[in-house]
């Protein structure tokens, strides 16, 4: 009989040897209790946590909670079913005309998650005629609907906006086009120069979607994300988000312009045949992006908090994902998986919780400790993670 686990076998035993040195599993932490957006108790130890994407710290809002909580009470506790049969409440409304004040858009469609907002809109608009110029280092959402919808798929080297432009260059004549994009990196934290490849994008006659899951909330002067701080955000054609980051909770979203949009909303399989968003998601979701349009302090504390730990990582000697802090993500370049587990289980047993990041969702075989930002991280807080990377780093022996 075939056994079509056989194919895991390596990654079985690349799991058990890393395991049998006695190492606790980076793959299966549990948190025991959430305190906050910044800490909960891991292990039965106050953690600090700078492995969420938590940026703007609204988890525990308590206008967002109670928002939820209400409708709980009103609408209880799910849809039972599609947006276009019976998953449609005043709230999933709500959540859209949200999107469209906080992103300035004439339209906004709310999917299950980010990850069927990717899926569902890149497989719609392009199909098996058509050409997909993405960022190699995409992400595997992005990916995932080129295949579903079986473009023709275009890679280019990571932000090299002349690669970019090449290969529009090559595309046959007459084709319709997409530029897939992506903010901010999820990997390395770093930004994608879309000034320019917008421009080159446009000049080619290429439609353009940017994904903008890491920077909503922070970045731009009202949080709308690159493309907003980039100046190019009226060139855009569609921008992907979600709100399992900045805004708190679970679900996905498409904004646009485009005056053909609607139509999407009977023609996207991932839209069409998935339940919807239980109420309480959507009640929290609408008030948590209603209160990111006001929300310029928090930005300027979580830059000075990106700021002050990336300055204080490389004063220590860590080598990071990039050499200016661009993002609320500062990734941390580990030797290798064991190095980098060892230092994670130290950072964990001094009370810290990072990502341990490794491939196929790392660019070039890195392994990565990945620090994600909130905007509620205190400039104590950043000074015992900043203590806890020195004892940690030296007693692995990443730092001397
Ligand atoms: C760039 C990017 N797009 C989309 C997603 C998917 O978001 P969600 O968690 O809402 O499925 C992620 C999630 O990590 C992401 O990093």
């Not at 019976?86 to 859209?96: C, D, F, I, Q, S």
């Not at 004040?101 to 392009?126: P, R």
């Not at 209603?290 to 300055?311: C, G, I, P, V, Y």
């Not at 205190?378 to 001397?400: D, H, K, N, P, Y």
């Given at each position: 009989?075939?056994?079509?686990?056989?194919?895991?076998?390596?990654?079985?035993?690349?799991?058990?040897?890393?395991?049998?040195?006695?190492l606790t599993?980076?793959?299966?932490?549990?948190?025991?209790?959430?305190?906050?957006?910044?800490?909960?108790?891991?292990?039965?130890?106050?953690?600090?946590?700078?492995?969420?994407?938590?940026?703007?710290?609204?988890?525990?809002?308590?206008?967002?909670?109670?928002?939820?909580?209400?409708?709980?009470?009103?609408?209880?506790?799910?849809?039972?079913?599609?947006?276009?049969?019976?998953?449609?409440?005043?709230?999933?409304?709500?959540?859209?005309?949200?999107l469209?004040?906080?992103?300035?858009?004439?339209?906004a469609?709310v999917?299950?998650?980010?990850?069927?907002?990717?899926?569902?809109?890149?497989?719609t608009?392009?199909?098996?005629?058509?050409?997909?110029?993405l960022?190699?280092?995409?992400?595997?959402?992005i990916y995932?609907?080129c295949?579903?919808?079986?473009?023709?798929?275009?890679?280019?080297?990571?932000?090299?906006?002349?690669?970019?432009?090449?290969?529009?260059?090559?595309?046959?004549?007459?084709?319709?086009?997409l530029v897939?994009?992506?903010?901010?990196?999820?990997?390395?934290?770093?930004?994608?120069?879309?000034?320019?490849?917008?421009?080159?994008?446009?000049?080619?006659?290429?439609?353009?979607?940017?994904?903008?899951?890491?920077?909503?909330?922070?970045?731009?002067?009202?949080?709308?994300?690159?493309?907003?701080?980039?100046?190019?955000?009226?060139?855009?054609?569609?921008?992907?988000?979600?709100?399992?980051?900045?805004?708190g909770?679970?679900?996905?979203?498409?904004?646009?312009?485009?005056?053909?949009?609607?139509?999407?909303?009977?023609?996207?399989?991932?839209?069409?045949?998935?339940?919807?968003?239980?109420?309480?998601?959507?009640?929290?979701?609408?008030?948590?992006i209603?209160?990111?349009?006001?929300?310029?302090?928090?930005?300027?504390?979580?830059?000075?908090?990106?700021?002050?730990?990336?300055?204080?990582?490389?004063?220590?000697?860590?080598?990071?994902?990039?050499?200016?802090?661009?993002?609320?993500?500062?990734a941390?370049?580990?030797?290798?998986?064991?190095?980098?587990?060892a230092?994670?289980?130290?950072?964990l047993?001094?009370?810290?919780?990072?990502?341990?990041?490794?491939?196929?969702?790392?660019?070039?075989?890195?392994?990565?400790?990945r620090?994600?930002?909130?905007?509620?991280?205190?400039?104590?807080?950043?000074?015992?993670?900043?203590?806890?990377?020195?004892a940690?780093?030296?007693?692995?022996?990443?730092?001397?």
């Amino acid at each position: 009989m075939s056994d079509l686990f056989s194919k895991f076998d390596p990654l079985i035993q690349q799991r058990d040897e890393l395991l049998a040195t006695g190492l606790t599993d980076p793959f299966n932490l549990v948190m025991e209790k959430v305190e906050s957006p910044t800490v909960a108790i891991c292990n039965g130890k106050r953690t600090i946590l700078l492995g969420t994407y938590n940026y703007m710290g609204m988890t525990f809002d308590p206008d967002v909670i109670a928002a939820g909580k209400q409708a709980l009470d009103d609408f209880g506790s799910g849809t039972t079913g599609s947006r276009v049969l019976n998953g449609t409440y005043g709230g999933h409304k709500a959540v859209e005309e949200a999107l469209k004040d906080f992103y300035a858009m004439d339209h906004a469609m709310v999917f299950s998650t980010g990850y069927q907002a990717n899926l569902g809109v890149i497989s719609t608009i392009a199909g098996k005629d058509d050409y997909i110029v993405l960022d190699i280092d995409s992400h595997a959402s992005i990916y995932d609907g080129c295949a579903l919808g079986n473009a023709q798929i275009i890679p280019f080297r990571h932000n090299d906006v002349e690669a970019l432009e090449k290969r529009l260059k090559r595309i046959p004549e007459g084709a319709d086009k997409l530029v897939v994009l992506e903010g901010v990196y999820s990997m390395l934290g770093d930004v994608a120069p879309l000034k320019e490849m917008v421009a080159v994008s446009k000049a080619n006659g290429a439609m353009v979607l940017i994904d903008e899951a890491h920077s909503m909330g922070f970045i731009g002067e009202n949080g709308r994300g690159v493309a907003e701080a980039q100046g190019v955000i009226d060139d855009v054609d569609f921008i992907i988000g979600t709100f399992s980051k900045s805004v708190g909770t679970v679900g996905g979203f498409c904004v646009s312009n485009h005056p053909k949009f609607e139509i999407l909303r009977l023609v996207c399989r991932p839209y069409v045949f998935t339940a919807s968003l239980p109420p309480s998601v959507v009640a929290t979701a609408a008030t948590s992006i209603r209160k990111l349009m006001d929300s310029a302090d928090k930005r300027a504390h979580l830059w000075e908090n990106s700021k002050r730990l990336h300055a204080g990582l490389c004063q220590l000697g860590f080598e990071l994902g990039s050499k200016e802090p661009q993002s609320a993500i500062i990734a941390v370049i580990m030797p290798d998986l064991e190095k980098g587990a060892a230092m994670w289980e130290a950072l964990l047993n001094e009370g810290l919780y990072v990502n341990l990041a490794r491939p196929p969702a790392t660019p070039a075989g890195m392994t990565l400790l990945r620090c994600s930002l909130c905007a509620l991280h205190t400039e104590e807080q950043v000074g015992e993670i900043l203590g806890m990377f020195a004892a940690a780093g030296r007693a692995t022996g990443c730092i001397s």
